[in-house]
């Protein structure tokens, strides 16, 4: 069965403009989690998708928005990009949204110049 | 809220020995999971091993092994006849029904040869 894949894998922007992250999860999956990973504050939640509903959301600006297929595939979009929103940034999946071990892929490396 | 502190921000280890990586966590829910998550240099976070709140037995995969102390909320994770391929950034993580995946800050394991 293949893995969570995230694309694209590295990304350059600049300040100002947007961005659309993709994610595929397990087949089967129906849940899909977004994270922030940055040296400074760590692993940080930012959403959680379950067929096609926002069932969560992290603590971030609403210049970070996301959304979910009908096939459980799930991007999220970061709008006027700020130098602090460079980050690694991984998705996970799971079966279903509670209780379940999530299954992460290899992460998109979003620089911000 | 749910928090988990990982006091150890760096750990090493001698290729074939024992290391102990600690974790606690707080929370008020009685029903949850528990994770080590190992996140290599190439990113890609893997699930080393799980534990459910509920089950009073350690939880034990190979050369991983957990010390569940619910009461105490701890949750340390063993690695027995440590490998090269051990190094890596460790996270600790709390899953409950209610709230999504919350990591703790990571440690960073060298495994000396």
């Known amino acids: 069965k293949a893995g969570v894949t995230q694309t694209p894998r590295y990304l350059i922007k600049t300040r100002g403009q947007q961005v659309t992250l993709s994610c595929s999860p397990i087949?089967?999956?129906?849940?899909v989690s977004w994270y922030q990973q940055t040296p400074g504050q760590g692993l940080q939640f930012l959403f959680e998708?379950?067929?096609?509903?926002?069932?969560n959301k992290g603590n971030f600006p609403g210049r970070f928005s996301g959304r979910q297929f009908s096939n459980s595939r799930s991007e999220m979009n970061v709008s006027t990009l700020e130098l602090g929103d460079s980050a690694l940034y991984l998705c996970?999946?799971?079966?279903?949204?509670?209780?379940?071990?999530?299954?992460f892929g290899p992460g998109t490396r979003l620089t911000v110049l | 809220a749910q928090t988990v502190t990982q006091s150890q921000p760096e750990m090493s280890v001698q290729e074939a020995e024992t290391v102990t990586l600690s974790c606690t966590y707080d929370?008020?829910?009685?029903?949850?999971?528990l994770f080590w998550y190992k996140q290599p240099p190439s990113r890609q976070m893997i699930l080393v091993i799980r534990?459910?709140?509920?089950?009073?037995q350690n939880a034990t995969e190979n050369r991983f092994s957990v010390n569940f102390q619910k009461a105490a909320k701890s949750f340390s994770l063993k690695i027995s006849d440590s490998q090269l391929g051990d190094a890596a950034m460790y996270f600790c993580?709390?899953?409950?029904?209610?709230?999504?995946?919350?990591f703790g800050k990571g440690t960073r394991l060298s495994v000396i040869a």
């Open positions: 996970a999946s799971s079966w279903r949204a509670a209780y379940n071990e999530q299954f």
């Open positions: 534990q459910e709140a509920y089950k009073q």
């Open positions: 087949s089967g999956h129906r849940s």
């Open positions: 998708y379950f067929s096609e509903t926002q069932r």
């Open positions: 993580a709390f899953l409950s029904g209610n709230t999504p995946l919350v």
């Open positions: 929370t008020s829910e009685s029903d949850y999971y």
